[in-house]
């Protein structure tokens, strides 16, 4: 590989990941088949498809792109992604900014939007682990709002609403915790001399009365199945704190392009942020995105319990992670006037803001544009003369792999899983004090040292974080 020095330096560079040195891929390789081999319930094939996958996400050793830039003559090599659901932190915020920018650019039309966020009761937690049964609780809280916004507009004909929802089955603080997102546009839609809207006034008297109809209505449901007796039932119903908990405070103007693409973001957001974990001694410290009810900020865990709870959030094959409802629905008659609304909105940006093109196009769903979604730059820049950088390459046989990585001096071995261990009752005294909370200072950090650092990877960052 040639590497020639510039005189001219670019200000914003992509640093590519090194998932390698990071906790959660440490975790995975040393303790992954002894908590496979130790789990209470044979591990789902998909799950263990999940991990496998995952330790040879971003690994060179498994086949890379090669690009090339004619300014300086430099050459880079670009790992390929697992492209999982579930555990990857890289796969997973690639996904997530995929799915805002495909909605906001070439689905929703500019209107104002209105988050709806509906928790359940811990006792009905446990059946909503079934995904027939949590289709129906869906469906009866689209129901529910549609009702509502409707009587806010009862002269319209034909009304329609517009929703998204998203089901995210995890908690703050690594729990099983199943609830719903759903994004609305706050008003209906009428389609009878072209597609109109009438914008709706929700009070807060109308977002109760909605989450007490909710409450009955699957209270009701999980009776007929059987799972509540009626009198059960009826003194859940009686209850002053039922559990069940409907907000709708957050609300994005019309005019708010990137509020609504971070709130998106935040509704497809992955299920933990790999970035908050870290070693203390012999556990596990993870740091909550924000304090739980009780103030603490994190909590520490075994290896074997950090795997047996990311786990239950891997979604399983061939199941969408959101829903489009009413006029977004791909089978809606009035879908092509909507997202003809939202491609001449892009347009009009065209037009307006010259300098900000790339981002406001319909954007393509490669790994550069992506990438500069998140970060604000282009990876596809060199790091040396700022100018554009080609791919020539894609390295997929295992002798050329093999022959590059050992010219620059890389590892050529692909990482694998250690083999199972015996599991020991450790001594609570041996155990490292719990210091800064489990995350020491940036130099006491320790990594897992695999390999040298390429020429250009210096500061590695594992993946972007995220505000809960």
């Known amino acids: 590989m040639t590497t020639v020095c510039c005189s001219k330096k670019s200000h914003t560079v992509y640093r590519p990941r090194r998932p390698e040195k990071t906790t959660l891929f440490e975790v995975v390789k040393k303790h992954y088949s002894t908590w496979n081999r130790n789990s209470k319930e044979p591990v789902p094939r998909y799950v263990d498809n999940e991990f496998h996958k995952y330790l040879g996400c971003g ?6 792109a090669c690009a090339h830039c004619d300014g300086c003559q430099k050459d880079f090599l670009i790992a390929f992604s697992c492209k999982g659901r579930g555990i990857c932190p890289s796969c ?26 509906l928790s359940f009761p811990k006792r009905i937690r446990h059946y909503l682990e079934t995904h027939t049964l949590l289709q129906a609780v869906l469906k009866i809280v689209v129901d529910e709002i549609r009702t509502r916004l409707i009587a806010c507009s009862p002269a319209v ?5 517009g929703a998204i929802s998203f089901i995210q089955y995890f908690g703050n603080t690594l729990n099983y915790h199943p609830h719903l997102h759903l994004v609305v546009a706050d008003g209906i839609f009428s389609g009878e001399t072209g597609l109109q809207f009438d914008e709706a006034i929700l009070t807060p008297d109308d977002i109760a009365d909605t989450q007490d109809c909710i409450q009955n209505r699957v209270l009701r449901l999980l009776c007929r199945r059987g799972f509540f007796s009626k009198e059960e039932v009826e003194k859940m119903l009686s209850y002053d704190q039922s559990g069940f908990s409907l907000d709708a405070k957050v609300r994005i103007e019309s005019w708010d392009k990137d509020g609504l693409e971070r709130l998106i973001r935040y509704c497809a957001r992955p299920p933990f942020a790999s970035e908050n974990l870290r070693w203390n001694g012999r ?3 993870y740091r909550f995105p924000k304090p739980s009810r009780t103030g603490q900020l994190s909590m520490q865990l075994e290896p074997l319990d950090f795997l047996e709870r990311i786990s239950r959030f891997i979604p399983y094959p061939r199941r969408h992670r959101r829903h489009y409802h009413g006029i977004f629905a791909s089978s809606s008659p009035m879908r092509k006037q909507l997202v003809a609304c939202a491609q001449k909105r892009v347009e009009t940006a065209h037009q307006e803001v010259q300098e900000a093109v790339e981002k406001v196009e319909k954007v393509s769903r490669s790994w550069a544009k992506l990438i500069a979604r998140i970060y604000e730059m282009d990876p596809l820049t060199c790091t040396g003369c700022g100018k554009k950088i080609k791919i020539t390459a894609f390295v997929t046989n295992a002798a050329q792999i093999h022959r590059i990585l050992r010219g620059i001096g890389w590892p050529v071995v692909v990482p694998e899983f250690d083999p199972p261990y015996d599991l020991v009752e450790w001594d609570v005294c041996d155990l490292v004090p719990d210091t800064h909370d489990g995350f020491p200072e940036p130099e006491q950090q320790v990594h897992c ?20």
């Open 59 to 64: 690994i060179l050793a498994k086949g890379f």
């Open 283 to 285: 556990m596990l410290s």
């Open 92 to 117: 997973n915020s690639r996904a997530m900014v995929e799915t805002a920018a495909h909605l906001v650019d070439n689905v929703l039309p500019r209107l104002p939007f209105r988050q709806f966020v």
């Open 157 to 161: 004909i034909h009304p329609q609403i």
């Open 449 to 468: 040292d695999i390999g040298p650092d390429p020429p250009h990877c210096e500061d590695i960052s594992d993946s972007p974080h995220w505000e809960d």
